[in-house]
């Protein structure tokens, strides 16, 4: 098993640029997560999809959409990026969603904005 | 105030030491409590969880007292290897999966 995987693992746009991170995971799980980490602030959520079909904000969703394309995968879309968007994007994912479960993380995606 | 607050370190500590870890948090309605390991410029990889009666996995115990809203992590006979960060974990309330994290604290063994 792969895990969780994200492409690309780097990327580098000028502001005012779209890109859509990508995410899959082949745990068959029902929830998926996408964090962003910056220096000194540690992981915050940007969205989340408790099962397919649905999605929620997290505590930055601003400048961000996402799609749960199916049960696998769960893509982030910067439609017009910013300098404030340069950071490290991981996603997760997890069994059921609920408190205790374990979350996954891919290998990250390290997003520059110029 | 940060949700999840730990002091960042680093810890710098020789092989053998025990070293303790402690981060508080916010939430009153926080159910669930964890700590990940994150290596340099890697993913966060669950450590373990923390339960209210206190758990250990081998040289790692963990702590949480509710009350004062504080969880611990002791890691003893310190390795070369537990050299990472370590992220204080929360959720954000009732029964959801949606987690605060800490900004994490900085340990570095040294022979």
């Known amino acids: 098993n792969a895990g969780v995987t994200q492409t690309p693992k780097f990327q580098v746009l000028k502001t005012g640029q779209s890109m859509t991170l990508q995410c899959a995971q082949d745990?068959?799980?029902?929830?998926m997560y996408w964090y962003r980490q910056d220096p000194g602030m540690g992981l915050r959520l940007i969205y989340y999809?408790?099962?397919?079909?649905?999605?929620d904000k997290g505590e930055v969703p601003n400048g961000y959409n996402v799609s749960r394309l199916n049960k696998r995968e769960f893509s982030l879309r910067l439609e017009s990026a910013a300098p404030s968007q340069t950071s490290v994007y991981f996603c997760?994912?997890?069994?059921?969603?609920?408190?205790?479960?374990?979350?996954?993380f891919g290998p990250g995606t390290r997003l520059t904005v110029l | 105030r940060k949700e999840v607050e730990q002091d960042p370190g680093p810890f710098n500590v020789p092989e053998g030491a025990t070293v303790a870890f402690n981060c508080t948090y916010s939430n009153s309605a926080s159910q669930s409590f964890f700590w990940y390991r994150q290596d340099c410029r890697k993913e966060p990889k669950l450590l373990m969880s923390v339960y209210s009666s206190g758990n250990e996995d081998g040289r790692f115990t963990a702590q949480l007292n509710r009350a004062s809203q504080y969880i611990s992590l002791l890691i003893r006979d310190s390795k070369l290897s537990d050299s990472a960060t370590y992220l204080c974990v929360v959720n954000m309330g009732s029964n959801t999966g949606k987690l605060i994290f800490g900004q994490g604290t900085t340990l570095q063994v040294k022979p």
């Open positions: 997760a994912s997890s069994d059921t969603g609920r408190a205790w479960d374990e979350q996954f």
């Open positions: 999809s408790a099962s397919e079909g649905t999605t």
């Open positions: 745990m068959n799980h029902n929830s």
